[in-house]
C-alpha cells in the first residue's frame, strides 16, 4: 500500500564512490521530485520530473544527476561522492506539475553518510 | 528575498496544553502554503494545504488557517502521539514556480 517508496533507507559509503537511490510512487501521479534534507530539517529540492521530462533543475553539483524511465519511478544518481553530500534524501511526488499549488507526497527517505 | 519563517523553532507542551504554531512569509504571489508532519526517521506527511487568506483547515486536534503574511497551526488539547515536528512549506508563482520549506517547529507533549 506504500505510495512513495525509496530504497534504500539507509546508504553509507566512503568519499570518491558512485551510488544511487531509488524512487518508485503508486498514486498515478505524473510528476516526481528529488529533496534534500540537511541536519538543520531544512528541506530543499534538487530536481522535479513531469512525465519523464526535467522542469526544476536547482544549482546543484553536476555529479547529481536523475533519470525518470517511466512516470512512476525518479531515480537518483551521484557520481564521486563528497563528505558534505551526507543528508537524507526524500523523494516525492504531486498529481500535476503545479509545484506551488499541487500538493506533493513524500517517500520515507534514504539517509545518506559519506564517510 | 522570498522566505519563510517557522516559529517557535521548539515548543514543549503538557497534554491537554492548548497552542500555536506560525509559519510567517515573504514570497510575491502565494498560490499554496502547506503543513507537513514529520516524524523522527520518516518522510514529512501531509496535513493541510490552504489557499486564500481566511481560509481554515481542521484535522482533528489541528486547525491551520492563513493571512496575507501568515498561517497558524492550533493544537488543541495535543496528546504525546503529536509530538513530532511540524513543517511549513509555501508555493508561489512567477517564472519560479517553487515551493519554500520552513526549517519546522519540534513539538514536544508529555504526559
Keep these: ?14 568519499m570518491g564512490n558512485d551510488k544511487s537511490i531509488k524512487c518508485e510512487q503508486n498514486l498515478g501521479h505524473d510528476t516526481m521530485y528529488w529533496y534534500k534534507q540537511d541536519s538543520k530539517k531544512f528541506l530543499k529540492i534538487m530536481f522535479s520530473y513531469n512525465n519523464k521530462e526535467l522542469i526544476i533543475n536547482e544549482t546543484v553539483p553536476n555529479r547529481f544527476s536523475p533519470k525518470s524511465p517511466d512516470k512512476a519511478h525518479l531515480n537518483l544518481h551521484i557520481n564521486s561522492l563528497e563528505l558534505g553530500d ?11 506539475s503545479g509545484v506551488s499549488t499541487d500538493t506533493q507526497y513524500f517517500g520515507p527517505g534514504t539517509r545518506l553518510t559519506v564517510l | ?6 516559529s517557535p523553532e521548539a515548543l514543549r507542551l503538557q497534554e491537554g496544553e492548548s497552542s500555536s504554531l506560525n509559519c510567517s512569509y515573504t514570497v510575491s504571489g502565494l498560490r499554496g502554503l502547506f503543513w507537513y ?29 492563513l493571512t496575507k503574511k501568515e498561517s497558524f497551526l492550533h493544537i488543541t488539547a495535543p496528546k504525546p502521539e503529536d509530538s513530532a515536528t511540524y513543517l511549513c512549506a509555501v508555493g508561489y508563482g512567477g517564472a519560479t514556480n517553487k515551493l519554500i520549506f520552513g526549517t519546522g517547529t519540534l513539538l514536544a507533549v508529555q504526559p
Design chain 2, 1 to 6: 528575498e522570498d522566505q519563510v519563517t517557522q
Design chain 2, 37 to 65: 508532519r514529520q516524524d523522527p526517521g520518516k518522510g514529512p506527511e501531509f496535513l493541510f494545504t490552504l489557499y486564500s487568506a481566511g481560509e481554515e483547515k481542521e484535522k482533528e486536534r489541528l486547525k491551520a488557517t
Design chain 1, 86 to 96: 551526507s543528508a537524507v534524501y526524500f523523494c516525492a511526488s504531486s498529481r500535476t
Design chain 1, 1 to 14: 500500500d506504500t505510495a512513495v517508496s525509496q530504497t534504500p533507507k539507509y546508504l553509507v559509503t566512503q
